[in-house]
């Protein structure tokens, strides 16, 4: 039996905009089967029943800004279940949407591991996000 110590519970994005990030979240969560679990004025949450990622407004920090090249968090992964999955998520939601694609799109990564296959995307906030099998 594998333990379940020490997964990742939850994680919690301050954004620059809420009505903003909370439409991209929503849009973005729902699409891979998380259903909204908290909202409020400034704050919301979906889970997926292992998950939760929440979405927060502190207005002191809207002008600050984010850039994953320093120091903090560089990107979140969520799991695919195969690259086709990866392939439709780019196709179905990422294209539509004109949502910033990063490092061409859809493709291996065999400097991560055999078989990594990702696509990399951007949130308003430019917090990069990846889609991983």
Known sequence: MVSKWGNIRHVEINV?????SKAFYQDFLEWLGYEQIVGG?????????EAEIFVTYLARYKDSGFHRGHVGLNHVAFQAKSKADVDRFHSE???PRSIKVLYGGPK??????KGYYAVYFEDPDRIKLEFVH
């Open 41 to 49: 004025k400034e704050f919301a949450g979906w889970g997926n029943g």
């Open 16 to 20: 620059s905009n809420f009505e903003r």
């Open 108 to 113: 291996e990564y065999p400097e991560y591991r």
């Open 93 to 95: 939601f990422l294209v």
